[in-house]
T-cell receptor, first 112, second 116 residues
Framework: DGGITQSPKYLFRKEGQNVTLSCEQN?????MYWYRQDPGQGLRLIYYSQIVNDFQKGDIAEGYSVSREKKESFPLTVTSAQKNPTAFYLCASSRQGVYGYTFGSGTRLTVV | AQKITQTQPGMFVQEKEAVTLDCTYD???????LFWYKQPSSGEMIFLIYQGSYDEQNATEGRYSLNFQKARKSANLVISASQLGDSAMYFCAMSPGETGGFKTIFGAGTRLFVKA
């Protein structure tokens, strides 16, 4: 079945360490997105990519980095520069002209 | 700037009854898309329904309908015949352009509790 796979489901990181969240899709979607969700809040856009080898900053890109070397993959790196990284991270994808996103099941990152 | 407001942090509904979840939006764009997503406790966001700004008829998808009032900038979700499985967080969202494109923004969500 087609879908988006995020891994790992839970991730613990020590302060000062970089960590990479994986997002893979087999839907042949062109666009991919990373959102952050904090308790009691909606989703906030971190980065998005419309095509391979191209990506744009969203509203809260500081302290994060991404790459899009393959259509299927859009990994997110949470760097040590991110001051408050503990959150739930959701990856999504969409196809041009098709309404709505398909989301992955999320990664819950905790800084310890 | 675009903004989505969901004023109901939590809602209760009796099983088999209908419930309306409120959503108001603010945008200066002429063309935009409005969406509702469901987030169960598992965390995955599930796309429910879409309404384009130029659509004159309210969108419907099974038990879900979107009450679109453009002049009032509201896009309320109506769930008919609530089921226990409808208990979840519900998010209203808006995108520039009608196809749900890039930089979709989300409201803070409404948690729905369905009582047996």
């Amino acid at each position: 079945d087609g879908g988006i796979t995020q891994s790992p489901k839970y991730l613990f990181r020590k302060e000062g360490q970089n960590v990479t969240l994986s997002c893979e899709q087999n839907l042949n979607h062109d666009a991919m997105y990373w959102y952050r969700q904090d308790p009691g809040q909606g989703l906030r856009l971190i980065y998005y990519s419309q095509i391979v080898n191209d990506f744009q900053k969203g509203d809260i890109a500081e302290g994060y980095s991404v790459s899009r070397e393959k259509k299927e993959s859009f990994p997110l790196t949470v760097t040590s520069a991110q001051k408050n990284p503990t959150a739930f991270y959701l990856c999504a994808s969409s196809r041009q002209g098709v309404y709505g996103y398909t989301f992955g099941s999320g990664t819950r990152l905790t800084v310890v | 700037a675009q903004k989505i407001t969901q004023t109901q942090p939590g809602m209760f509904v009796q099983e088999k009854e209908a419930v309306t979840l409120d959503c108001t939006y603010d945008t200066s764009d002429q063309s935009y898309g409005l969406f509702w997503y469901k987030q169960p406790s598992s965390g995955e966001m599930i796309f429910l329904i879409y309404q384009g700004s130029y659509d004159e008829q309210n969108a419907t998808e099974g038990r879900y309908s979107l009450n679109f009032q453009k002049a009032r900038k509201s896009a309320n979700l109506v769930i008919s015949a609530s089921q226990l499985g409808d208990s979840a967080m519900y998010f209203c969202a808006m995108s520039p352009g009608e196809t749900g494109g890039f930089k979709t923004i989300f409201g803070a969500g409404t948690r729905l509790f369905v009582k047996a």
